[in-house]
């Protein structure tokens, strides 16, 4: 199966912007899709395809999925965007999915 | 809209079964055949595992790392899906997340492409 990579921690300054990146070598993985969680709640997807954003996610997060990369930009980073950014995808070829470790966001 | 909520034990001792249910309202297990129903857990200050999902067919898929021991199965009424953890360990401590694997689309260099839109709010099973 795939495996994906994300730093662990990530921090920006508030209303700066700040990029999550997932990586993926095999290139057998379907489109990364993003979670956001925050601490005693269920992850929220807020990214999924290349670049589309669910109903009720704000503007300020943007996708992009190319190659062995998949990244999840905030534009203007808020204090309640700060949580735990999980990467999702599922591998082609045996349709098991998998998660990276997650990137803490601190919005400073 | 579509709601899940998890079902089941909070204590499980070692080397017993675990058993869980989600139950599915609002929509039917069945209603799109592209779509999954899986099981997630996360173990406390840990990231998310994805253990299996299956499809309204009942084709199912899982976690190698656990598919020795798991077992995911939908309900005739098409309401539910049950997860079964066999052999438990402390390892197995977690909180156990059910959700909607939803298809999305598909793309000629990536292929089917799937996201997680509805989620259960958890349940925390502690071993004992």
């Known amino acids: 199966s795939s495996e994906l990579t994300q730093d662990p921690a990530v921090s920006v300054a508030l209303g700066q912007t700040v990029t999550i990146t997932c990586q993926e070598d095999?290139?057998?993985?379907?489109?990364i899709t993003w979670y956001q969680q925050k601490p005693g709640q269920a992850p929220l997807l807020v990214m999924y395809g290349q670049y589309n954003r669910p109903s009720g996610i704000p503007d300020r997060f943007s996708g992009s999925d190319s190659g062995n990369t998949a990244s999840l930009t905030i534009t203007g980073a808020q204090a309640e965007d700060e949580a735990a950014y999980y990467c999702y995808t599922r591998d082609r070829r045996d349709n098991h999915v998998v998660f990276g470790g997650g990137t803490q966001l601190t919005v400073l | 809209q579509v709601q899940l909520q998890e079902s089941g034990p909070g204590l499980v001792k070692a080397s017993q079964t675990l058993a869980l249910t989600c139950t599915v309202s609002g929509d039917s297990i069945s209603s799109d055949s592209r779509d999954s129903w899986a099981w997630i857990r996360q173990p406390a200050g840990k990231g998310l595992e994805w253990i299996g999902h299956?499809?309204?067919?009942?084709?199912?898929n899982y976690n190698p790392s656990l598919k020795n021991r798991v077992t995911i199965s939908v309900e005739t009424s098409k309401t539910q899906f049950t997860l079964i953890l066999t052999a438990v360990t402390a390892a197995d401590t977690a909180v156990y997340y059910c959700?909607?694997?939803?298809?999305?689309?598909?793309?000629?260099?990536?292929?089917?492409?799937?996201?997680?839109?509805?989620w259960g709010q958890g349940t925390t099973v502690t071993v004992s």
């Open positions: 299956i499809n309204p067919s009942g084709s199912t």
């Open positions: 095999s290139l057998r993985r379907s489109y």
């Open positions: 959700a909607r694997d939803r298809f999305f689309g598909i793309s000629s260099s990536r292929g089917y492409y799937y996201g997680m839109d509805v």
